[in-house]
């Protein structure tokens, strides 16, 4: 119960900090829409991650990991888009514009390497 508990906090923190530095993802400032992406988040990883490592691990082997990261942040896109709780859109980063589908890419890979460092360090 401990850890299913760290990881909603955990999932909720990176939710804040993606948030606050890419200004392509855009949540609510509301306590109850950070819950729901938190449990959202939260049940992807306990649930959804170690089932696809374990099927996907051939590709990933022969990709380099590749369609992990591509299935995560399909995952990621179609569950917090599809509850309408996160929106992320075209981003434009020094000058640059970041089209929506690469900031999926971003968000995802941020919102899990916050998760992960939270993990190693707490």
């Known amino acids: 119960m401990k850890k299913i508990f760290r990881m909603i906090i ?3 923190v990176a939710i804040f900090i993606t948030a606050l530095w ?19 988040i ?4 306990y649930l959804i991650t170690p089932i696809s490592k374990i099927i996907l691990l051939p590709l ?7 369609v992990s990261v591509v299935f995560y942040a399909v995952i990621f896109y ?5 509850f309408g709780l996160v929106v992320i859109k075209e981003w434009v980063f020094l000058g640059n514009n970041i089209s929506s589908l690469v900031n999926i890419f971003i968000s995802s890979f941020s919102i899990s390497a916050i998760i992960n460092l939270l993990e190693k360090v707490i």
Do not use: C, P, Q, R
Not at 22 to 40: C, E, M, P, Q, T
Not at 42 to 45: E, G, I, N, R
Not at 60 to 66: A, H, K, L, M, V
Not at 78 to 82: A, E, G, M
């Open 22 to 40: 890419n200004k392509g993802f855009v949540i609510k400032a509301d306590l109850l829409i950070y819950l729901k992406a938190s449990l959202i």
């Open 78 to 82: 179609f569950l917090l888009n599809h």
């Open 10 to 12: 955990f999932s909720g």
């Open 60 to 66: 990933n082997i022969f990709t380099f990991g590749f």
């Open 42 to 45: 939260a049940l992807v990883y």
